[in-house]
């Protein structure tokens, strides 16, 4: 499996310094940002994400809001999944990072000592775009998105190649979707016991609006009542 980490007219590679090139090129400043960004800022713009879904899906309510934020709640979980099937996958490529590889490519997150193929970061942010795009597609194109620009930034940082990105891209959306019939079957029931409490039912569902939201239907009830007597009475 070393062979993936060599040379030459490798196009993995001058890929990798194409797009590791642009940081060379860029402000001192724009680095340390993209260096934030690929390794932190948009795992937390994930979770975010993650929460303003929720809490669109909670205040719409409706008949199906369990099984919605079951969907929600697979997201994270699939991430952890996804991460753990990579924990041997890493172990078998053996592929190294990198910069151990190849000479003249500018580092921005030093000290990474493990293997290269596939990236977590990848992985992570691509299983929950997934599994968003499940419970909600708005949410989940705006997830596929964030996941699109952290393998673009660790290829940046000179961290991973873009195959371990692509890789990564490939083994969360896979653990995300086909797990998640399972994982909403088993998940739906749990949330609507968690509905019908007084503790947590608000986790699921704003009971405020879906209180608001029967008051309308039935204030709409009544004046197609009414309306539907005048006109008899015409």
């Known amino acids: ?23 060379k090129d860029a402000p001192h400043w724009f680095d340390r940002l993209m260096e934030f960004v690929g390794e932190y800022g948009l795992l937390l713009a994930m979770v975010l994400l993650v929460v303003w879904c929720w809490w669109s899906v909670r205040r ?10 079951a969907a929600l709640v697979w997201a994270p979980l699939a991430a952890g999944v996804a991460v753990l099937v990579n924990v041997p996958i ?6 190294r990072r990198p910069f151990l590889d190849h000479q003249g490519l500018d580092v921005l997150v030093p000290g990474k000592t493990d293997f290269s ?8 942010t691509m299983a929950v775009a997934a599994a968003l795009f499940v419970a909600d597609r708005r949410f989940g194109l705006a997830g596929i998105g964030l996941a699109l620009l952290e393998g673009f930034s660790r290829v940046y940082m000179g961290v991973h190649y873009p195959t371990d990105v692509v890789g990564g891209f490939a083994l969360g959306t896979a653990v995300a979707l086909l797990l998640s ?6 998940l739906t029931p749990v949330l609507r ?12 569902r704003d009971r405020r609006a879906a209180g608001v ?10 004046e197609r009542a009414s309306a539907e007597e005048r006109d008899l009475a015409a």
């Open 60 to 69: 719409r309510g409706g008949e199906d809001a369990a099984s919605s934020v």
């Open 1 to 23: 499996m070393a062979g993936l980490a060599e040379s030459g007219s490798n196009p993995d590679v001058d890929l990798l310094y194409d797009i590791n090139g642009l940081a």
């Open 181 to 186: 019939p399972v994982a909403t079957a088993l």
């Open 213 to 222: 939201s029967r008051v309308l239907s039935g204030a709409r009830g009544e």
């Open 90 to 95: 890493r172990g078998f490529v053996e592929r």
């Open 117 to 124: 193929f596939v990236s977590d970061h990848a992985t992570l």
């Open 193 to 204: 016991a968690v509905e019908g409490t007084r503790w947590g039912g608000w986790l699921v």
